[in-house]
């Protein structure tokens, strides 16, 4: 499915950018976009009219396009343009296997090692999650979802495991927020809270089972809509229906 580029209105107005980050800028501009479903899977993208709408030349929003490319954001054909990647249920099962396997090992880190601070931060961190579900705000929703797994992570301090999901997240967090409902906003805070309290009981295997039942959760939903919802996915059709070895175990 492809959807033909209209208004840019909604990307950062022009002479917003900082002087010696351009690319850098105009990259984090269009993810966010890709990510947030502003731009929708299979939008053709027009160049020119970016370039308009950001105040900058064509060379950083190609290279911004290419390192989207390489990110599987955006696909780049000679001579019939760019367009913005359908997701691909394939890859995203992949990297949820990825944060399975080093979601897990963060819990297993941080239970018995962890300070006041970080039971505070999660404290809160579900405080905000009921509060935004209760307004129906899926999108501050979202990045409160995204702040719960990284406090966990920041109990690692490594900064390489911490690129690595950054990396995945793209990907992740646009084909999540294909399935954002109220009812998985709360099916969300329910598997959440389990995970906090499996860390405050300090019961190390009870808080793995909850994360990695959590983001089986989340597979499990997002096979659904991709059966009921093909054309969004590069691979709707014949992989939806393929979910005979999940979950992961």
Request: hydrophobic share 45%; with cysteine; glycine share 6%.
């Amino acid at each position: 499915m492809k959807t033909e580029a209209g208004s840019y209105d909604f990307l950062r107005p022009e002479g917003a950018f900082s002087r010696g980050s351009v690319t850098l800028d105009v990259t984090n501009t269009l993810r966010q976009a890709i990510v947030t479903m502003a731009l929708p899977p299979g939008t053709m993208l027009d160049k020119t009219a970016i370039c308009t709408q950001l105040g900058v030349s064509r060379f950083p929003v190609s290279e911004a396009l290419a390192r989207l490319a390489e990110e599987g954001l955006v696909d780049i054909a000679p001579q019939r343009g760019s367009a913005v990647s359908l997701v691909r249920i394939a890859d995203v099962r992949e990297y949820m296997l990825i944060r399975k396997g080093l979601e897990s090992e963060a819990l297993r880190v941080l239970i018995g090692n962890h300070d006041a601070e970080v039971i505070q931060a999660l404290h809160a961190n579900m405080a905000a999650q009921r509060e935004a579900a209760s307004r129906d705000d899926a999108g501050a929703f979202h990045q409160i979802d995204v702040d719960f797994h990284d406090i966990i992570f920041r109990s690692m301090r490594f900064t390489k495991v911490k690129s690595i999901i950054d990396r995945a997240r793209a990907n992740l967090d646009r084909a999540r927020r294909l399935i954002i409902t109220p009812r998985r906003l709360n099916h969300t805070i329910a598997e959440h809270q389990a995970i906090l309290d499996g860390i405050l009981a300090a019961d190390s295997g009870r808080a793995i089972a909850a994360i990695r039942a959590h983001i089986d959760a989340v597979m499990i939903e997002l096979f659904a809509f991709a059966r009921d919802h093909p054309a969004l996915f590069a691979d709707g059709a014949e992989f939806a229906a393929d979910t005979a070895d999940f979950p992961f175990g």
